[in-house]
């Protein structure tokens, strides 16, 4: 059924579907991994648990993101704004996928936290959507903006020889930053300083703890 028939109670039971689906792990790509036809290369095991880390870390990211994204779109204003949450999402759910697959290859596991920020990060969605759609979608601007500033770093840490990590990381920033421009051309409004500092502090505590657990 087309996401503009759906009343409020359809779209409360989606989103719950979603989110349990999310927070226990079950998610499909409709895309091939970037790093399909890339060969794993020989790391040490410094290196491999350096790169789980990292991945980990993109892992609650993209938890994160659907959590934003579940909620801006269950409560944007029009089915436009809408129907672009729904779409982005869907791309952050390869993202979800890619992710704990290559947690496995490097022989680790997704983070037990992420249940907690992906309660922090619908809270912050609603927040926004209830704000209107071009206060939501700002969000969605500045959330991407900071997220390829995170990738980027990610990109540069990532051991030399971990080509099927680096292959991921740079096709999430890609699909980042074309979410934050569509976003844009709809008619963000710019998030104001201290919802960005707000941002940045969980940012930064998600990124200091999921490296580790």
């Known amino acids: 059924m087309s996401s503009k028939h759906h ?15 999310v927070i226990s792990g079950v998610a499909s790509a409709s895309r091939p991994t970037p790093a399909c036809h ?62 704990a697959e290559r947690l496995k290859e490097l022989n680790s596991q997704t983070s037990v936290l992420a249940p907690l920020f992906y309660a922090g990060a619908y809270a912050l969605g609603t927040v926004a959507a209830k704000m209107g759609d071009a206060y939501s979608l700002g969000f969605v ?11 980027d770093g990610h990109l540069e840490s990532l051991p030399p020889n971990d080509a099927r990590s680096r292959a991921i990381v740079e096709k999430m920033r890609d699909d980042e930053i074309a979410h934050g421009k569509a976003a844009q051309e709809m008619g963000a409004t710019a998030t104001p300083m201290p919802v960005q500092l707000a941002m940045k502090a969980m940012s930064k505590v998600m990124t200091s703890t999921t490296y580790h657990i």
């Open 38 to 99: 890339i060969p794993d290369t020989e790391m040490t095991e410094a290196e491999m648990k350096h790169s789980a880390g990292l991945i980990r870390v993109d892992h609650v990211g993209e938890v994160m993101a659907q959590a934003l994204y579940n909620s801006q779109a269950r409560f944007a204003k029009t089915e436009e704004v809408r129907a672009q949450f729904e779409r982005a999402s869907r791309e952050e759910e390869d993202h979800l996928a890619w992710t």
């Open 7 to 21: 009343n409020p109670l359809d779209r409360f039971i989606a989103s719950a579907d979603k989110a349990l689906r």
């Open 141 to 151: 601007v500045e959330t991407e903006r900071q997220v390829e500033k995170h990738l």
